[in-house]
């Protein structure tokens, strides 16, 4: 288990819609296509810290959307990833930068 925090699957919400696009007959009428909400000031799970660090850098809610597979499982699974991947961006502490002198050669 990795010591950073995990979305859980169950604080997000889903919504379904039909892929648009070429694909033919099962593209147009699958519900494929996910609309992923992650509320991060309605998290209970989320740590307080970590909710005004990401809130302060993405809002109050992180909205993704995804239509890269043909299966709704696997673009469901693709949402709470890129949820996960944009949290621990805005989650990472930067160091500040210190200023130098420059070089003799510039």
Do not use: C
Request: aromatic residues 6%; proline residues 5%; hydrophobic residues 30%.
């Amino acid at each position: 288990m990795s010591s950073r925090w995990e979305v859980p699957e169950d604080e997000v919400s889903f919504r379904f819609m039909t892929s648009g696009g070429s694909g033919g007959q099962h593209a147009n009428r699958s519900n494929t296509k996910v609309e992923a909400v992650f509320r991060i000031v309605d998290s209970p799970s989320m740590p307080d810290f970590l909710k005004e660090r990401v809130g302060a850098k993405l809002g109050e809610v992180i909205r993704v959307t995804v239509d890269d597979e043909r299966s709704q499982y696997r673009n469901r699974q693709l949402a709470v990833e890129r949820i996960q991947e944009r949290i621990d961006r805005a989650a990472k502490v930067e160091r500040p930068r210190r200023a130098t002198k420059p070089t003799r050669g510039s």
